[in-house]
């Protein structure tokens, strides 16, 4: 197998890494550390590995590392800005969402709905909630009823739209 | 283009053309394919454009069921196509996925190939021997099986546009992402009956889709019940459904004739 130096920009900081071609992208950010994205089905079916490569959501787990090349890779680690030092990092809109609304229990999709979602609002920052159904109904969660989550989205966009 | 090809040529059944992976790489993750090469059609700039001529939409190989979802000429033209991509599979798939690709794997459980043929759409083909261009419904010719030689790799999808108006409808009944079963139907209705015959078309039932023989429906009147319940049946005897998951071939059968007749609603009510 041939291995081949990669350039991408990982949640906003450039990296050169050298993967091997068959390596998958799921199994490239976990092994820099970035584990929040779970690998479920392996199948493209469940959603809990969604990352967003160039703002688009893909399952990491059917997308080969070396199509990163070039491109910009965001995992749910990207997503809460680090603060000041010594203090707590201030999360994404999203994510304090989910958690005010209690969008998550287990937690295991979270992840994948999280990043699922944040792609939704990038190309739509106000949708409804058939908008969010349709976009999300490739992302399987087995806690929670899915109400909650839906919930979470549109307050999350309701919540940009606060935003100075 | 040319180096594509060649590697092509040079490689045979031990490459696979690779794009959007949604397929190609399950099929090697689960062991079920094995490829020792694959060739990356992704870099190739004439196979990433839809282009649309007066009377043709060309759709380059490496287009993704995301761009054809959004794509303006697609939406104007062939509404019924943009909202199919709408629905192919999930985000993810859509995100990734090409409809060349969704051809080449012949998937019979696939939303477009349906569609596809009830449009006359074509599969423009090539190799170092040069191009042909085949009916959806001659490349496509079984389960998992279609008439891509070893050297040739897709460049687009060619779809006719139709008159402006040519009603179009896709309806189809899933359980989870795949469809069970489809009915594409395309037609002119005009003062309620129909302008020569109309095109339908069963996806997902039998190995391939299923043109239905239409012939005797030529200026039938599309409000008279039993020209729904001929058409109906004309579609239940035209596919051969077997036992599987996406039910009993009773039920499919049975579910053949009620899509269609949602199909003619369909047209009739002029959505596209």
Known sequence: MARREIGLRLNGSN???????????????RSLGLVGTKLSCDTQVCGACTVLLDGRP????????????????????????????????????????????????????????????KALLDERPHPDAAAIQHWMEGNICRCTGYQTIVEAVLDAADRSRRLP | MADAVSLRQRYGEDAA?????????????LGIARWPHLIDIKPIDQL???????????????????????????????????RLEANVANIRVRAAGTL?????????????????VALGARVVLESAAGSRTLLVGEFITGMYQTALGPGELIVAIEIPLPA????????????????????A?????????????????????????????????????????????????AARAAVDPSDDLAGSADYKRHLVGVFVQR???????GAA
Request: net charge negative; proline share 6%.
């Open chain 2, 100 to 116: 060349a690709g969704n051809l080449a794997f012949a998937e019979p459980h696939a939303d477009p190939p349906a569609l596809l």
């Open chain 1, 15 to 29: 990296r050169r890494i050298e993967v091997e071609d068959q390596v998958l992208l799921i199994d490239l950010v």
């Open chain 2, 185 to 233: 139907a395309v037609a002119t209705i005009r003062d309620g009956r129909f302008v020569g015959a109309p095109s339908v078309v069963i996806g997902a039932v039998d190995e391939v889709p299923r043109a239905v023989p239409t012939a005797d429906f030529a200026s039938a009147d599309v409000r008279d019940p039993r020209t729904a319940e001929a058409l109906a049946e």
């Open chain 2, 48 to 82: 990433r454009r839809v282009a649309a001529t007066k009377d043709l939409l060309r759709i380059g190989a490496t287009v993704t069921h995301w761009e054809l979802e959004r794509d303006p000429v697609v939406a104007k033209a062939l509404p019924a196509l943009a």
């Open chain 1, 58 to 117: 893909v399952s990491s787990c059917t997308t080969l590392a070396i199509e990163a090349d070039g491109r910009a890779v965001e995992t749910i680690e990207g997503l809460a800005d680090a603060g000041a030092p010594g203090r707590a990092p201030k999360l994404h809109p999203l994510q304090q969402a989910f958690i005010d609304r209690f969008a998550f229990q287990c937690g295991y999709c979270t992840p994948g709905m999280i990043m699922a979602a």
């Open chain 2, 17 to 29: 053309i690779y794009a959007g992976g949604t397929e190609l790489l399950l099929a090697m993750k």
């Open chain 2, 263 to 269: 199909a003619l609603g369909s047209l009739i009510a």
């Open chain 2, 164 to 183: 402006r108006d040519v009603r179009m409808a896709y309806v189809k009944f899933k359980v989870l992402e795949r469809p069970s079963l489809a009915v």
